[in-house]
Structures are given as C-alpha cells and as structure tokens.
C-alpha cells in the first residue's frame, strides 16, 4: 500500500491523498508498468521510463488489465520509437 497525492475538486486545499494497493509491476528494459487500485477510484495505470519520469493517463479503469493494456501499449510504442527514429517523412523526431 502506498499513499497517493491526488488532484481533486473536493478538498478545499485541491489536493487529497489516497491509499493505493500496488496490484501489478511489470519490467521492461529501461521501463516499469504499474497498476494500482482504491476501491473508491478504480485502477490507474503508472509508467517510469529510463529518465525515472512517473507517467499517468489520467484514466480511471474498471479493471486491471485494461489499465495494464494501456501502460504496456505506451512502452511499445516508445520502444519502437527508440529502435525507428525517423517519421515516415524521413524527418528525425523534434
């Protein structure tokens, strides 16, 4: 279980903590997909990538292999984008 802070409308201060249960943690060369979960939320979907950057979708999933589909569908995209780095137009990435 870990704590949270989270962006809400409700608190007066705007932000709220939560208590997230780490339901899942996959591995990746370079990268971590985490899924938690609060049952008043849902399950969210987390991605650390190489530069230790802690990336959310801003979603809120049912269940946990949606949230996970999304955060290892981001990581094979990036991956992908680290093995082609040109555009089709043959342009680099900015």
Aim: charged residues 20%; glycine residues 6%.
């Amino acid at each position: 279980i870990f704590v949270l802070k989270v962006r809400t409308e409700r608190s007066l201060s705007g932000v709220e903590m939560k208590l997230f249960q780490l339901k899942q943690l996959l591995a990746f060369p370079g990268w971590l997909v985490a899924i938690s979960y609060a049952p008043e939320l849902g399950y969210l979907c987390w991605v650390i990538n190489p530069e230790l950057a802690v990336l959310n979708d801003g979603e809120v999933y049912t269940d946990d292999q949606s949230a996970l589909a999304v955060g290892c569908e981001l990581v094979r995209q990036s991956l992908s984008e680290d093995c082609f780095p040109l555009r089709s137009s043959g342009s680099p990435h900015p």
